[in-house]
């Protein structure tokens, strides 16, 4: 893996042994607080503090949106474009990043005909309402077999519908105009998870293989039976890989 020039990070071994941490989560798309509930009831003793991006109409803006609401130094984790507002953040303060955890992401620049794609169910909120919009976008984003599960859909439905066409319109020109966070990817020296479910159909793992190997040391894992939405699809797999790297 890459090695060169890497930007330095906070040591996590500064930090006393007994003193994890804070944990600093990013949610994705039209996603919030609730897409980590099973990491905060675990990770309480880690302070987590799940970011809110406001009106922040850029990634950039959404990561300085999170870093006024982080403490001083954190583990960061993000999830889906929370991931890549988790690169923006540290662009912005590598040296407050003390490791870093990216799920169910990309780095690739915009392909052709995701714009369209993106702006086309935009339409369909504006339209028909942000239930028919997240009733055509979500199934998709999780593992087939889940797809009917009331346990799983319903909140992760409710969460996205009570998100609003307009925030959703925002996030995606946002993705749409992102930053590439490819370059900064061989600076990155903190302990760093790359982490997706096995059957996410909009960010594979081969996707998260080349992430990996772009970052010197990064760990791979790959969720089993699990598709886009892993903190939810699969919490116990999800927080043992937490675990695992905060405490590395």
């Given amino acids: 893996m890459p090695s060169a020039s890497p930007t330095a990070c906070r040591a996590g071994s500064a930090r006393k042994a007994d003193m994890a941490a804070p944990l600093l989560l990013l949610p994705g798309l039209i996603c919030d607080a609730r897409i980590w509930e099973a990491q905060l009831a675990v990770f309480a003793d880690e302070a987590p503090v799940v970011a809110d991006y406001g009106e922040a109409a850029s990634l950039p803006a959404m990561a300085e949106a999170a870093l006024a609401l982080a403490p001083p130094t954190f583990a960061l984790v993000g999830h889906s474009m929370g991931a890549r507002i988790a690169l923006e953040v540290f662009r912005l303060a590598p040296e407050r990043v003390e490791r870093l955890a990216l799920l169910d992401t990309g780095v690739h620049m915009p392909g052709p005909g995701e714009a369209e794609k993106r702006r086309a169910l935009r339409d ?64 990155i020296a903190c302990p760093t998870l790359v982490a ?23 760990e791979l894992i790959i969720f089993e039976h699990c598709g886009h939405m892993a903190p939810a699809e699969a919490p116990e797999a999800v927080n043992a890989a937490l675990r695992e790297w905060v405490d590395r």
């Fill in 196 to 218: 997706t479910g096995r059957q996410d159909e909009w960010s594979p793992p081969e996707q998260h293989e080349a992430i990996a190997d772009a970052i010197p040391d990064a």
């Fill in 124 to 187: 369909l909120g504006r339209r028909e309402g942000m239930t028919a919009l997240v009733d055509a976008w979500l199934p998709p984003m999780v593992h087939p077999d889940r797809r009917g599960d009331p346990a799983l859909m319903g909140p992760l439905r409710q969460m996205c519908v009570e998100a609003g066409v307009e925030a959703y319109a925002r996030q995606i020109e946002a993705l749409i105009a992102r930053p590439d966070p490819r370059p900064l990817l061989p600076t």
